[in-house]
């Protein structure tokens, strides 16, 4: 029996193909064009399977020799990719069904990185600070309208130094030019008032500390029209 023995098993295959080459390839030939996307993708997986690690080793160098390249196109892509609606839309969801499943986790992971890059987390405030004098104004004046219950809170810096500009930089009620001015809301917060754009006007912080939570010192029109859109200053 010449399949007892490995190697007359072996010996018996070579004859076997030698005698039908060409039968044998004349249905590799017709199986291949039947079927060309699967026969392309075990050819594939094939060569994966052959040159492995040499196809590894390419890859490294090849990324190691780019690697500034890759970077620069794969961030253009991703910026690319969420600009699109569909993409923005499902990754706001993700985030938000994240954050809710993983409410304690979330909060221990914020607070263990707080801990461990203080110092740099506070350069990088202070930085901001200094670089956005303004919006880091807007956010203490919201987060205090936060702290009053204020029932609408949607001023923002832009808006912010769009009616300091409207004004001409003058306190509205004693109408010096200061290059420092504060928010003061028409109808203060401790009575009701909003901290939005119809509520607020900029006034000295000798006048706003005069005012308190009293009526205006003297007749004021707040800006009816912003250009700036309205937000929530977090």
């Given amino acids: 029996m010449p399949y007892a023995d490995p190697e007359a098993r072996k010996a018996y295959n070579r004859a076997y193909r030698l005698r039908n080459l060409e039968r044998l390839h004349e249905q ?4 291949r064009h039947a079927e060309p996307e699967r026969v392309r993708a075990m050819d594939h997986a094939a060569y994966l399977r052959k ?4 196809i ?3 890859g490294r160098r090849h990324y190691q020799k780019n690697k500034e390249v890759i970077a620069v196109k794969k961030r253009a892509y991703h910026q690319e990719q969420y600009q699109k609606p569909e993409i923005k839309a499902r990754q706001l969801a993700y985030s938000q069904k994240y954050k809710q499943d993983h409410l304690e986790e979330s909060k221990v ?3 263990r990185y707080r801990i461990n890059h203080r110092e740099e987390i506070l350069a990088k405030a202070k930085a901001f600070r200094l670089a956005h004098p303004e919006i880091h104004q807007a956010r ?3 987060r205090r309208a936060r702290k009053r219950n204020a029932p609408q809170n949607d001023f923002t810096g832009a ?6 500009e409207a004004y001409g930089h003058r306190c509205v009620y004693c109408t010096r030019k200061m290059k420092r ?3 003061d809301h028409i109808t203060p917060l401790i009575h009701g008032g909003s901290h939005t754009a119809i509520n607020i006007v900029p006034a000295c912080a000798f006048c706003n500390s ?13 800006l009816l029209l912003m250009l700036a859109p309205a937000k929530k200053v977090r």
């Fill in 159 to 164: 808006q912010w130094i769009e009616m300091k």
């Fill in 181 to 183: 001015l504060t928010q």
């Fill in 140 to 142: 203490n004046y919201a």
């Fill in 109 to 111: 992971v914020r607070q």
């Fill in 28 to 31: 590799k030939r017709a199986k």
């Fill in 210 to 222: 005069k005012k308190r939570d009293k009526a205006p010192l003297i007749a004021v029109q707040p």
């Fill in 51 to 54: 040159d492995k690690e040499r």
């Fill in 56 to 58: 590894r080793a390419n």
